[in-house]
């Protein structure tokens, strides 16, 4: 039974299960804080200010990937492979200088934005988006990640955000109090930030940065890179389209929906975390690597069933609870959403627990990249037939033609993982 060998290897493997655990907490605590945040703002800013809030945030998160690179993936993929303390050091020169490069072509970028006036609805908040984007990008997890002390990253970083939330729940009070709360949250990333990266720069010493090779880094995780824009621009996307088609009302009722359910998914990261290290360990064994990642599949899809019963059924005390009654509608949207959840771990689980460790990433990226354009381009279509419920319709297509292509390519292949016994 695949679900008794999930247990059975977790209880064997005591490493494994104390990452797993330690890493839930630090997720459920990166899910509750959130949480916490989303009525202090929602209350405070209302539905049409808390949607700009939203709408900064998207822009912020897809300026931030520039600079992450896919480095939490490929850095961690490399240091798991070092065999030496001066390996290490190189790795960890080699990104931090095409950081730096990437940096400087964020700040480029936004320049042409403010001198072009190519984003008018957010040229004032430009600094903003900027400075988050340089903290959350510079955020060293890979370094943590990839020397398997990922819990000390995700401690250290949840303290400051918690300050933040503590923050904003003091100064934060009316609408008017936009600008003073993006700014409270860019600045506790920040910190976050430069801490961790203190200690990295501690850990490893001095570094010898060198332009030729920061360049072959670039060059060399542009996979990832590929992989983490995709993956995790989605929603941002989604949220800048919903922007520019409909109001910043309807922008904070899809955000409202879309946290909540994120929150009830936050057991799918840490396992997707330790697992991905597992399977990539046992790439060269076909039948070890599907056993980790069926394990890790059933684990989660299990987890996810009561989830979304028991969330669908509370939906409106919890809308009601967390975003207070100016928020109407969202309780559908966050019925919607949790019935995704399989679709969003599938997708997940075969992607980064089996064709990126496996060496598919190019074949991967243009099946998500594929699916995703498709899922985006009948978002229209959809919001005109069913109204903000037809974001999730859209999202939940581009997932369903993902999953689908992704199995024909893999059996194609002969490397199916839920086809290998």
């Known amino acids: 039974m695949p679900l008794l060998s999930a247990f059975s290897l977790l209880l064997k493997n005591k490493k494994t299960a104390y990452d797993i655990i330690i890493l839930n907490g630090v997720e459920i605590f990166s899910m509750v804080l959130p949480l916490l945040l989303l009525p202090i703002l929602a209350r405070s800013l209302g539905a049409a200010e808390y949607g700009k809030y939203v709408l900064v945030q998207a822009a912020a998160t897809l300026s931030s990937l520039i600079i992450e690179y896919g480095f939490n993936l490929s850095g961690t993929r490399l240091l798991i492979k070092s065999e030496s303390q001066s390996e290490i050091q190189k790795i960890a020169s080699d990104i931090f200088g095409a950081k730096l490069m990437l940096s400087i072509v964020l700040l480029m970028i ?69 600008y003073l709360a993006l700014y409270i949250n860019a600045f506790g990333i920040l910190i976050s930030s430069l801490v961790n990266n203190l200690i990295v720069l501690k850990e490893v010493g001095s570094m010898k940065l060198n332009v030729r090779n920061s360049l072959s880094a670039l060059l060399a995780a542009r996979g990832m890179a590929i992989y983490r824009a995709i993956s995790y621009s989605s929603g941002s996307i989604n949220t800048l389209i919903l922007g520019a088609l ?50 890790s599949l059933i684990v989660l899809l299990l987890t996810s069933l009561p989830i979304i019963a028991f969330g669908s059924l509370i939906s409106q005390d919890i809308v009601r609870i967390f975003l207070g009654n100016d928020f109407g509608g969202t309780e559908r949207l966050l019925k919607y959403f949790l019935m995704t959840t399989p679709l969003y771990v599938i997708s997940a689980t075969l992607g980064l627990q089996w064709m990126i460790p496996m060496g598919h990433d190019r074949v991967y990226n243009t099946l998500l990249i594929s699916s995703n354009i498709i899922g985006i381009s009948t978002m229209h279509v959809f919001i005109q037939k069913m109204g903000l419920s037809g974001v999730v319709a859209s999202l939940a297509t581009g997932q369903i033609l993902f999953i689908v292509s992704a199995f024909i390519y893999l059996a194609y292949k002969k490397i199916n993982p839920i086809l290998i016994r």
């Open 110 to 178: 936004t320049v042409i934005f403010h001198l072009f006036g190519l984003a008018p609805s957010l040229d004032h908040f430009l600094t903003i988006i900027l400075l988050t984007s340089l903290a959350s990008g510079w955020l060293p997890m890979w370094y943590f990640q990839g020397t398997s002390r990922l819990p000390k990253y995700g401690v250290i970083d949840m303290s400051f955000r918690f300050l933040t939330v503590v923050a904003m729940f003091i100064f934060v009070r009316h609408p008017k109090d936009l």
């Open 246 to 295: 409909t109001s910043t009302h309807a922008v904070a009722s899809y955000a409202g929906a879309d946290k909540l359910a994120t929150g009830a998914r936050f057991f799918i990261t840490p396992f997707n975390q330790v697992f991905f290290g597992r399977v990539t360990a046992n790439r060269n064994s076909l039948k070890a690597a599907a056993r980790e990642f069926k394990i």
